[in-house]
């Protein structure tokens, strides 16, 4: 949200990531990396519980992770990966998502949260790019 205008407190930061065998081993070597643990009952994931799951909710020592597999059109990894912006944070060069993108995933999620995200985006760059969303729209 910060790097589309909008600068609000969070509770979490998002990963989104591909959905792939490869991701499976780096997304357990970032858990390692941040003692990540599931969220909800902070159990030590394996490799058999990362591939299985779509989404993982994790406590790190940074903070709450969400950790999303890519999913449909244009909210998949490639299309949001190929509309990121590009930054530097801390002297490491990383992407996040895109205007775009951002918009998507806040009509989806639908949230009160998310509509007010998209109210306060919309009052900052006036009118926003809207997609057709898998699951919002017909």
């Known amino acids: 949200m910060i790097a589309n205008g909008f600068v609000r407190a969070t509770d979490d930061s998002d990963l989104l990531v591909p959905d792939d065998a490869d991701t499976n ?6 858990l390692d990396q941040v003692n990540g643990t599931r969220l909800w009952d902070d159990k030590k994931l394996n490799g058999e519980e990362i591939a299985a799951a779509d989404h993982l909710r994790i406590n790190s020592r940074h903070g709450i992770v ?14 949001v990966a190929d509309r990121a912006i590009t930054m530097d944070i801390g002297g490491h060069t990383v992407r996040v998502a895109g205007l ?34 898998p699951g919002v729209d017909g």
């Open 25 to 30: 081993d780096a997304i357990l070597r970032f």
């Open 66 to 79: 969400d950790i999303m597999r890519g999913g449909l059109p244009p909210l998949d990894y490639d299309t």
């Open 100 to 133: 775009r993108s951002i918009v998507g995933f806040k009509r989806l999620a639908n949230r009160p949260r998310d509509r007010n995200d998209l109210m306060e985006l919309e009052a900052f760059h006036g009118a926003l790019p809207v997609e057709d969303i």
